[in-house]
Structure formats: structure tokens, C-alpha cells
């Protein structure tokens, strides 16, 4: 049965087409990407034993292996679901033994479809009939009475909970009345807003600075020009990114047109959104993960419908389904969590582009670090560069110093987390009355865990990466398959009971502090506080309205948030950032101390920035402690062109991944030799076959093989003609991840 109404613009298909073929995905995948959870058919594979599979199970009543266990029970229980099988003989013994035996012919399958599990909310409501006056309603009782006026001073109709509430009555004489023709009763839709019953800031008439004014009037003329018009609009923290945005989304929506806003964080969300809300009322849209299936799947309708036609979310809300779009804009577009680290692959920030351009609308890509290709991308003349030099109100930058721990190891002869001067600095900031924040990026309370007399260390059994200790769950965790385990009590190697506990975590950090400092109300932002629903906009409001004096936390701290009493922000081991595997470290660290060091000061304040580092010599720290982004530039981009990667080439990482290393090691080198047979013309750079940085991760091995480009069309060539005679001679694309310019190369 077809829909009255298609789930997806002609606009968003056309936008899915090209995000399928620019990043190498599968289309359908794309597709069920742009759409909320619920609003997909979702379908699942069914389970059946066949004949041969009978005949076998007969043959081997003696040997009863979890394949003849899995046999047994598909002969006795029917079709069954391998979701369900999973459950009876846990996931990854029953996927090797389905391999096993679908090869074998012995079982088959089928796939059948879900029913959608979001539907739009009904609740109960009430309307008066006002039926011809006869000898009957003199009769009426009191509370019968009472209810027909409430409804007639609220217009006639009401939501059945409200009026008893309202009329001060029970169900019953609503319910007699229905019967007697003087109202009925009936389901109506109701829409779950995520911001409802929420407390929306005051709105504050801001007059903007002459960059700030320069900057508008040149995004307007895009607007006016109703052509594709791209803008990187490069500000400083504190210089007032945020009025132009909402300045210019005003301006779209007065002629007309609708208006997208992509945040990289759903910790930007919940102050923004209000004040967004404030502005331009039911009109606005939220679109992230922590909503409601309900919620996102109401206010996804809402967007379709064309009730709300200003739309903010994180990456997935690049796809919001808006009419008539004239506005784009992408904040912090710099930031990694634009990309989609698992398939389908794609950068929204990009693919943001590429949706204004489609839609003939202009775009702003905003930072105060933008990224390296944006930022070349302006020198190049593709987008159009505007810079705010100032802060608001001519506020100073925060001062920022570099604190050498080589030297305060020399002082206190000890590692510590906390350093002298920051200690000495938070007790003058909070005497003062004045908040802090505090910066780890690394989350748990200790990294790892080793043993001191055999000196192994406890390791995840499904990746290649140390356990982090939890000291709140009592757990070993990993973080990037969730495998968890108990702390053992001795060394599994050893027997040992000398287990070391080393590194330090946010959790661990947030122990420290709260010793160190008993008066003040600390609270913790990373991804294991954060899990409850609304407690991300609970913590971050609570320390708007100063009821928390400090805040604890990862990345998630560093972008995007306006606390006017935070005059203190600490830094702590910066430099696990720049011993990554990465050409995009040092970038990345520039950026997240840049970033963190803009949340001080943005008051009428003076803001202090203290960063802890081993390394005060390198040239991302020393230009970060000037927020000094064209100096930090100028050294990048020789090093990114001395090594030809990124803005100067294209990128290709693909992964063979498989829970047998000799059977990903046979796969990758038939597709190595694929690709070397077709880069005849030698276009391309194709390094590997080599094991990746995380060579195991979830059971799996990883090789990789990395392939550069100065010409982007070569590059797709090459993979294209590669991957299809791969095919042919035996590798098993299934297990071939193929990345279009990957963030992470890890």
C-alpha cells in the first residue's frame, strides 16, 4: 500500500544518491539513515532447518555440538528468529555455527518484515454537541452542569484528562453525558515535544559589531541571491557566531524559506534550542539521538508536514526533510563528530554542503578552528571567507599559560594529576565565588591495569586495546566493544596480587577533586554519566544558573557551551591527544584547547587558561596558547603537503576485517594486487598491506590498505575497477570496509 504522502523529498533523495556514491555505500542504507527510528520497516532474518539438515540431526543423535543443539531446536520449535537463537546460545558461538552450517547447506533462511514500533500518540478528548434543549437537561446533575460550562468556556472541546481536572469531577458524569448526546468522546492526536514544560530564556535585544554586521549583510545578499552561496565564517570564541546564525535564520524565514542547523554534539543542544525556541516558538524542530523514538519520529512530522521550518540536530539532521530550505548552517564544523564512523560513511558537514547546493541555498560552515580542508577551501576561493577578530563588548581572551609537569615532577619528586598552580587557581577562582571547568579527555578512573610482577596488563579478549577500570560499576571496560568483567582479585597470569592501576580517567579526576576541594558542588560530563535521558541538559542548565560551581569532563566540556561565570578552565594530560597514530593529532589537539580555552572569560570577567603538558615545545600547544589559528595553519599545511595528505590529496582507507587473521591476510593481498593492476598510470599511492592501529577490535582482525590521490576521480576509478576484480578472483567483499576520506585513520 502506498503512502498518501512520500517519507522522503525529492530533495533528499537526490541528496542520499550522491552521499551513497561520493562515500561508496549502499544507497538503501543511506536511505533508512535519513529516516527516524520508527518510520523504517525493519526486518529480520528467519531461521528454518531443511531437509539435508533433518537427515543430519537423524544421523548424529550421539554427538550433540552446538550445531546439533541449534538443529535440534529449529526442528522442534520451527521458524525462529536468529535474534532469538542468539539468546538461547549467545551471539557469537551461534553466528560461527550458522556460518558453519548455512554452508553446509543444513539450515536456510527468510526474511520477514517488523511492524514499525513508533506510532503517533492518541489521547483521549472531549466535544460538546450542543444538542436541541429539551426536558432532559433539566435534569442534568451539578457536576454535569459544571462540565458542560468548562467546555464551553474553553471553546467546546477539551483534552478528557483536562477537563475532569478542570471541572473538579470523575469520569462518570463525562461518560453519562456522551451516552445522552450532549458531548462525545473521542481519540485525538497529540505531538511529544521535547521541549515542553521547559523553562525558555529571556530574549535580549543584542546590537551587533561592525564584523558581526559585515558578516550578516554578506550572508543576506546569498540569501537575496536565491543561488547556492557557501560562507566559512571564522570567529574566535566569543565573538558573537551565534547572534549572525540567528540573525540570518530570521532572515530566511522571513522570505519564506526554511532554515537547517547542524550542531556536532547533543550537549549543544538543550541551551540552544531553548533560546531558539524563545525566538521563533513552535516553528523550531529538534533532531538528535536522545530524544524519544516518539519524540524524534513527532517532530521528524512535523518538519514533513511544514509546521516547523527551522530544524537543529546533530549529524543525522542533515537529511530533516524541509521545504523550501534557504539556510544551512553547520557549527563547529571543524569537528570529528560530524563523521559516521560506521556504515554507511559519511561526513554531514560535507554532505551539508552538498544539500545547499541542491537546494540552490546558502551555507555557513562556523568555527573559531576550522578545519584545514574548509580553511583551504576559502584561500581557493570555493567559499567565501568572513572573520570576527573580536570578542563581544571588546572582551580579552582568556590568559593562557602552558604548565611544564617535567619541572613540577622535578619539584615534588611525583607524578601528580594536579599541579600546583592549577590547585592554587581553582581555590582563588571559587573564592571569588566564580566557576571552573576541568578537562580530561579520557574518560573511566584508570586507563589500564598492571600487574607489577609479571607486568602484563589486562586486555580486552575481543580487541587489542587495555581494559579501563570503572570504579563505579566495580568494572573492567572496554570502550570500543563494551566487553566487561569483574576486577579480578589477582593477577589471571600470574596469580600476582600486586595489580597497578594506572592512568587517569574523568572518574578518577571528578575523586580527586572532591577530595581536594569538600566545599564545592562538582559534577561530571562524559559518555558514562550522560546515559540517563535529559541529564546532559539537566547538569549543563544546573551550571548555567551556577547551582554546580565546577564541571568534570571529556571533549564534550570544549565546544559550543556561553557560561558567563566561568573564569577557570584546566587542562589535564593534553598530551595523550598528540601520541595518537594520526596525521590529524596535532590538529585535533590545537583545536580542543582553542576550543576549551574559549568557555573562560566570556563575561565580563577576566579568564585564566591552564594547560598541563610534557610537551610545552610543540607547535600545536604553543600556538593554541595564543589561539592563534594562521600560525598554527602555516606549519600544518607544510607538513600535510610535505607528506601529501589532506587538503592536498584524496583519501581511501579500506579495512579487511575478519575473525580469522590468515583469511583477511588472503583476502588483502588479492585485493592489493587488484589495486595495483589497476593503477596503471601510477595516479595513485596504495600503501599495505599493514595491520591497522586497533589491529583487533570486536573479535575481528584488521588489515589495512590506504590509497592517495591528487585527482579524486582517479582515485574512485582505481577502487571501482579494484573492488570489481576482486570479486571475481575470490575476496570476499563482505568483510572489505572501504572509507571515502576517513577522520580517524585508527
Keep these: 500500500m502506498l503512502d498518501d504522502t512520500p517519507l522522503l523529498t525529492e530533495e533528499i533523495l537526490r ?51 552446538l550445531r546439533q543443539e541449534i538443529l535440534a531446536f529449529l526442528a522442534e520449535n520451527g521458524e525462529t528468529s536468529q535474534r532469538q537463537l542468539e539468546k538461547q546460545f549467545g551471539e557469537k558461538q551461534t553466528k560461527r555455527s550458522l556460518r558453519e552450517l548455512f554452508a553446509d547447506s543444513l539450515v536456510d533462511a527468510s526474511i520477514r518484515s517488523v511492524s514499525v514500533k513508533v506510532k503517533a500518540k492518541l489521547r483521549k478528548a472531549v466535544r460538546q454537541l450542543f444538542p436541541e434543549p429539551d426536558e432532559t437537561q433539566k435534569s442534568l446533575t451539578e457536576p454535569q452542569q459544571n462540565i458542560l460550562r468548562v467546555l464551553a468556556e474553553n471553546k467546546g472541546e477539551m483534552m478528557f484528562l483536562d477537563l475532569l481536572e478542570k471541572a473538579n469531577v470523575g469520569s462518570s458524569p463525562v461518560n453519562t453525558l456522551a451516552k445522552r448526546g450532549f458531548l462525545e468522546i473521542f481519540a485525538t492526536e497529540v505531538l511529544r515535544d521535547p521541549l515542553a514544560n521547559t523553562e525558555l530564556p529571556g530574549l535580549q535585544d543584542l546590537k551587533l559589531n561592525a564584523e558581526q554586521s559585515f558578516a550578516l549583510d554578506e550572508i543576506v545578499k546569498g540569501l537575496e541571491s536565491n543561488e547556492y552561496k557557501a560562507f566559512l565564517l571564522h570567529g574566535i570564541t566569543g565573538s558573537g557566531k551565534t547572534e549572525v546564525y540567528i540573525r540570518a535564520m530570521r532572515n530566511a524565514l522571513d522570505r519564506g524559506k526554511s532554515a ?53 540536530g546533530t549529524r543525522s539532521a542533515v537529511f530533516a526533510p524541509l521545504q523550501n530550505l534557504g539556510l544551512v548552517i553547520v557549527d563547529e564544523e571543524h569537528d570529528t563528530s560530524y563523521r559516521q564512523h560506521d556504515a554507511p560513511f559519511y561526513n554531514a558537514r560535507d554532505a551539508a554542503v552538498m544539500r545547499a547546493n541542491l537546494a540552490g541555498a546558502t551555507i555557513v560552515l562556523g568555527s573559531a578552528t576550522p578545519s584545514l580542508e574548509s580553511f583551504q577551501n576559502a584561500r581557493a576561493g570555493k567559499y567565501q571567507y568572513l572573520q570576527l577578530q573580536k570578542r563581544i563588548e571588546d ?46 579527555n579520557r574518560r573511566g578512573f584508570s586507563q589500564f591495569v598492571l600487574c607489577r610482577t609479571c607486568g602484563e596488563s589486562l586486555r580486552c579478549k575481543n580487541c587489542d586495546i587495555t581494559l579501563t577500570y570503572h570504579k563505579r560499576d566495580a568494572k573492567l571496560i572496554c570502550h570500543y566493544c563494551s566487553h566487561r568483567v569483574k576486577v579480578p582479585q589477582k593477577c589471571p597470569f600470574c596469580l600476582s596480587e600486586f595489580l597497578y592501576f594506572i592512568g587517569r580517567g574523568t ?54 557551551h556561553d557560561f558567563h561565570s566561568v573564569t577557570l578552565v584546566g587542562v589535564i594530560s593534553v598530551d595523550t591527544g598528540l601520541g595518537l597514530p594520526d596525521f590529524r593529532s596535532a590538529e585535533r589537539t590545537f583545536q580542543l584547547i582553542t576550543q576549551v580555552a574559549g568557555r573562560a572569560g566570556r563575561g565580563n570577567l577576566q579568564g585564566r587558561v591552564l594547560i598541563q603538558t610534557y610537551y610545552p615545545e610543540h607547535y600545536a600547544l604553543r600556538h593554541a596558547v595564543k589561539q592563534d589559528f594562521e600560525g598554527f595553519f602555516a606549519e ?49 599511492r596504495i600503501l599495505g598491506v599493514a595491520p591497522a592501529s586497533l589491529s583487533r577490535l570486536k573479535g575481528e582482525y584488521r588489515l589495512q590498505i590506504l590509497v592517495k590521490s591528487a585527482n579524486r576521480r582517479n582515485l574512485r576509478e582505481t577502487l571501482d575497477i579494484a573492488l570489481e576484480e576482486a570479486g571475481r578472483k575470490g575476496c570476499d567483499l563482505r568483510i572489505i570496509q572501504v572509507e571515502i576520506d576517513p577522520i580517524n585513520l585508527m
Design 507 to 560: 572518574e578518577q579526576l571528578e575523586t580527586i577533586l572532591e577530595k581536594r576541594f569538600t566545599g564545592l558542588r562538582i559534577a561530571r560530563i562524559d559518555r558514562d554519566t550522560m546515559t540517563k535521558r535529559g541529564e546532559i541538559a539537566k547538569t549543563l542548565l544546573g551550571f548555567d544558573r551556577g547551582e554546580i560551581d565546577m564541571l568534570v569532563g571529556t571533549q564534550m566540556l570544549a565546544k559550543g
Design 15 to 65: 541528496l542520499t544518491q550522491w552521499v551513497a556514491d561520493y562515500y561508496a555505500s549502499s544507497w538503501g542504507e543511506i536511505l533508512k539513515a535519513s529516516l527516524p527510528a520508527g518510520v523504517n520497516i525493519e526486518t529480520e532474518q528467519i531461521l528454518f532447518i531443511t531437509d539435508k539438515g533433518r537427515d543430519d540431526l537423524a544421523r548424529r543423535t550421539a554427538k550433540r555440538g
Design 395 to 440: 572582551r580579552p581572551l582568556a590568559k593562557a599559560e602552558l604548565i611544564d609537569m617535567r619541572e613540577v615532577f622535578r619539584q615534588t619528586g611525583k607524578d601528580v594529576t594536579l599541579s600546583p598552580q592549577l590547585i592554587k587557581a581553582i581555590e582563588e577562582t571559587h573564592a571569588k565565588g566564580e566557576q571552573s571547568i576541568i578537562l580530561l
Design 636 to 684: 600544518e599545511i607544510r607538513y600535510r603537503e610535505r607528506l601529501s595528505y589532506p587538503p592536498f590529496v584524496a583519501l581511501a582507507s579500506i579495512l579487511i576485517k575478519h575473525a580469522d587473521l590468515n583469511v583477511a591476510s588472503k583476502n588483502a593481498q588479492i585485493l592489493k594486487d587488484c589495486l595495483d593492476n589497476a593503477n596503471k598510470d601510477k595516479s595513485c
Design 260 to 312: 537547517l542547523m547542524l550542531v556536532p554534539e547533543i550537549a549543544l543542544t538543550p541551551i540552544f534550542s531553548r533560546r531558539l525556541r524563545a525566538i521563533f516558538g513552535d516553528q523550531v524542530a529538534i533532531l538528535h539521538s536522545n530524544l524519544s523514538p516518539g519524540e524524534r519520529f513527532d517532530e521528524w512530522r512535523r518538519i514533513r508536514g511544514g509546521h516547523a521550518r527551522v530544524a537543529i
